[in-house]
């Protein structure tokens, strides 16, 4: 279960890895945090910033035409 949700939808490319920049700098190590986007750019950016930042992606799912990411911070 996450700890802390980032609400994205709505926004477009960067903002979805804005936010969730910004909340898993103020989350601590091991704990998770989903990130929910409309923007279909998040299915490749997401993964790709996790593993640049080395967290760890624990789960990605569409539903309903959203993207839910859940995110491990390092």
Known sequence: MPEVTVDARGLQCPMPIIKLSQAISAATSGQ?????????????????????????????????????FLIQKA
Request: net charge negative.
């Open 32 to 68: 998770l945090v989903e990130l929910i986007s409309t923007d279909r750019g998040s299915c490749t950016d997401v993964p790709a910033w996790t593993s640049d930042m080395g967290h760890v992606l624990k789960e990605q799912r569409e539903e309903n035409g959203e993207f839910h």
